[in-house]
């Protein structure tokens, strides 16, 4: 009788040790970001096992810089059919149209990650190049020079094709006015983590565009959330973003052994963005251990 109910105490602990330790990891990651002043949200899914770990997955965000994938994947999307070829020149200008009342403004240096391209104004760059700077550094102007070349309602519009029903992408950047009148890109968790997720599995256009995108994305500079406290042996195919108060980084995490991961962390109303930043940077080591162990 003894024997029979050590068995059963054993079945039972190993019967529960995969969602104890779920929601182990759960639990570590509320504490990390409970101890910033901000709001996140988070949405891992797990590309071999299908598992997902999601965190207030559906809250809508500021987009900032992370609607330069959807843009991408509009341009990737109107040059396989036929619209344009990504050797296309395009000349560099720095003037563009508010979408609140059609007045002209500009990107200054200062507000942008990408100062070179300020140097080249007049001068012509490829719509591949453009783009490639538009993630790679997160080039302000560049993107609006794609954004306008691929128009914005038609980045929405292939996000809900696919799915993504709450990715709004209703104009390029640093349009003042729009900002001041809400008039923002908006993101949430959840369908970013789709949006990568039907990159990897070459789901988006067609494959030979999904896999240019993710050469693109494995080339992103700016490394301080998902990748930061990784093993330099991990390769992270990623977009980041960040505006006052907003840190946000979006992307597919290689491990060597095969495995791989979507992993999505978004921000807002940050009192102190790089205690967010760093707050994230743990809950991205937290999730590449659990995945690890699995």
Do not use: W
Request: charged residues 25%; glycine residues 6%; aromatic residues 6%.
């Amino acid at each position: 009788m003894r024997c029979l109910v050590a068995v059963v105490c054993v079945l039972l602990l190993t019967g529960c040790s995969g969602k104890s330790g779920r929601e182990e990891v759960m639990q570590q990651i509320r504490e990390v970001l409970a101890k910033p002043d901000g709001t996140f949200a988070v949405a891992y899914k797990n590309l071999v096992t299908g598992e997902e770990i999601l965190i207030n997955e559906h809250k809508l965000f500021h987009a900032a810089s992370t609607m330069k994938t959807p843009v991408m994947v509009e341009v990737y999307r109107q040059a396989a059919a036929g619209k344009f070829s990504l050797k296309d020149s395009i000349q560099i200008r720095n003037e563009f149209v508010s979408i609140v009342d059609g007045s002209r403004y500009s990107i200054t240096r200062e507000s942008d990650s990408d100062t070179l391209i300020y140097d080249h104004i007049g001068e012509k760059r490829t719509v591949y190049s453009l783009m490639y700077d538009m993630i790679i550094v997160s080039s302000n102007l560049a993107t609006n020079l794609i954004v306008d070349l691929v128009d914005a309602k038609n980045v929405t519009q292939t996000m809900r094709s696919i799915g993504a029903n709450d990715i709004q992408v209703l104009r390029g950047v640093e349009d003042l006015k729009a900002y001041e009148a809400g008039l923002n890109n908006q993101v949430t968790a959840y369908d970013l983590m789709l949006l990568f997720e039907k990159i990897d599995q070459e789901e988006i256009v067609n494959a030979e565009a999904s896999m240019a995108m993710m050469d693109i994305l494995l080339d992103q500079q700016f490394n301080d959330i998902i990748p930061a406290r990784l093993p330099k042996k991990v390769k992270v195919a990623h977009k980041t973003g960040s505006i006052t108060g907003v840190r946000h980084d979006s992307g597919i995490v290689f491990l060597p052994n095969g495995k791989k991961y979507v992993l999505v962390l978004l921000s807002k109303d940050l009192k102190d963005a790089d205690a967010g930043v760093r707050a994230m940077a743990d809950v991205s080591e937290l999730l590449y251990q659990y995945t690890t162990r699995k």
